[in-house]
């Protein structure tokens, strides 16, 4: 394929390879590239997150870099990470109360009452993660079906952009992923296990391989 | 290239079996490995000239960048910001995350300084799941006996009887911060977690998240650490050299912080390296499935500072890398996808091995068909089939239910993968030798720790499926543990902060490289894997 076409990246236009990436598109350029990148191709790091118009189009959507094929006219804007201001901490073991899951919830992110159903984060999700409705179920107190929704969240933070409230609607998704695993998720063949591994059983011999392999 | 079967025809000779036989096969694994496997190469292997490790084997790309001058100069340090703290943790992915984590909660104050962002690491990547020998007709000492074998009797056996022995710990860990796995049967007993085959393993042991067991785990160690008030984050400040004292410890590390481009001397009680492995490199030539920071930077700054190093010739080639469309080349289709039941064809149709057999031994057989001529070519790229209709039978949940990341995978490739079977060819995907380290983590040099794919050992010359992930908790938590224990016997003797240390082992490194005659105008580490380099800005220089 000898047939290049260009896009425009941060304002500088390149040329590509049609049926490359985005991402591979910025690695042949001048620069060495020092962020907005991470998994190259896998999508689940979510560090590539950009912005994208199509040549003619009005309309700018974000995007994961790395699972993005350029197309001719493409203008791409990478999108950097920053440091909320205002982020509400708590420490796995404040959530191991499964009573107390609702007030928590309202204390560690009292912003997620506010949502203005603007849809923003809904369009922003690179995952087609119904972003909106995990948060009106969770503020609703349906904790385990908000949860749900954000399983496959790659939280490449780009919801947390695109709110105007401020909700961090992906780290409400991982607080009540990680309050059910961390209230509920008691294994009876791991209890087994460790309790064996208390009492001193189950050590291993080392030299036993020695053994095996001179017979 | 060889000849090859064009995909067309490899599809058709698919089609022509109803169930495609396994070939017998005429090759024992041990001449298999050694004619195929690309450690085995000719041009594989040089020996190393200086350092700890003078003498031993290594391969010829890492040799270089091991053999090389360091980035900085003393006049570097002169104008640059001073910090200090007890533990300075140095790479953001799982082992780096642990450890930090561990250490925060062990008194210490910890600074974590990341090349990226945190997270951002193979750790996110790794989707096939952990080892943890939980099953009744299971044992630590099983989990032992299949690591031994499968890396070929070379682990150190000490480290991996604590890998094998912290394998339910750690999953009691992951899952008090927060971590999801996927269950059996649900309804007994609390539940029972779900085992998964891996190759070369006795029975099921791998306990696993979807198909993205390792995005859930760093997603929520992630969290944790940027939470944790212990830990001080360092976004986008690779480390270009560690410190000294006179003695030849460790004293901390120089960070390049792109952000304002300045240098910064972190001055450590206990530094701990974590900075992963070298995939990036593409040694022999091969794609690779590893994250855009996997460049040797923390196996290099150690080399330097004098920690020995092992088996720094055995690297692991994951057979199921994507080999079309070239846009994917070298991205990782998991174990999990053979653990499930997909096969491997050549371009006759004919399966020509145990899919679970170890990675080492898959890797060479695939090789060995492409030499022969009996691999698949499709738009120049050349591969084996992965035929994943075991997987779409009409008894089988559909597949974006099992495996959704494969499921994801084929859409990306435009494949259907109920009709037409993916390409792969093998990826460089895991450095097996590394850093020489005691059971605490301790590397040969005082004062510096190291966890996680930096390693060596642990794992002899084959890691199996399930335990990386294991591996850089099991020790980045006792790498952790042990630099806040030793941070804190060392503030007991005086509360001053540590002590400021030097590059004296940088001058004493380029005295070698004259001597030995090696090129000193090769610097490292790369930091970033492109062919563009960065350029550190130097404010010094600049006024001159």
Redo the contacts between chains.
Sequence with gaps: MSETICISIDGKVMAAQPGDSILQTRLHGPDAVTANIGCMGQGVCGSCRCLVRKAGERETVSRLACETVVEDGMQVSFIDYYQPDHVHRYRPHDLRDGWQALPQLQQTFPETAHCRHCGGCDRACPRGIPVQQGIALASRGELPAAAALFDACIMCNLCTLACPENIRPNHVGLYLRRAQAIQNLRPGDLLRRLDQQARGQLSIDTTAHLARSES | MSTAISYQQACLNRASHATSPLRADDLSRAALLAQYHPDHAADASTLLQIGSSRGQPCHPRLAELLQSNALIDGFDLAGAEQRSTDVLVLGGGGAGAAAALTAARGGATVMLASK??L??SNT??A?GGIQ?????SD???QH??DA??GGH?CAD??L??QL??DA??V??WL???????D?SDAS??????RYKQAGGCSQPRILSY?D?T??EMM??L???V????GIQLL??CPVVELLSHEDGSCAGAVLYD?EYQRFIVVSARQTILATGGCGRLHLQGFPTSN???ATADGLVLAYRLGAQLRDMDAFQYHPTGVAW????RG??ISEAARSAGAMLLNGLGERFVDELAPRDVVTAAMLRECAAGRGIERDGQLGVLLDLRRLCGPDQPALASQL??LQ??AD?CGIDPTREPMLVYPTLHYQNGGVVIDSQGQSSVPGLLCAGEITGGIHGRNRLMGNALLDILAFGRRAGRQAARLAQAARNKSSLPPLRGGIEHVYRWQRQLALAGLDASQQAPL??P??????LHRPASARA
Excluded at chain 2, 132 to 136: E, F, G, I, K, P
Excluded at chain 2, 325 to 328: A, D, I, N
Excluded at chain 2, 530 to 535: C, S, V
């Design positions: 990226l962002r997270g951002d996110v990547m989707e943890a020998a939980l099953a009744a044992s630590p000492q032992f006996d031994m074998r009797n056996p000490q991996l009887a094998a022995s339910a710990g999953i009691r899952i008090e911060l927060g971590m999801h796995f269950l007994s007993d609390g539940g029972k977690l979807r993205y390792g995005l997603r929520v992630r969290e944790t940027e939470l944790e008030p976004n986008r792109l994250h855009y920071g469309p070239q846009r994917l991205g990782l959704p990341a994801h995978l990306k930091l970033y492109g062919q563009a380099r960065l350029t």
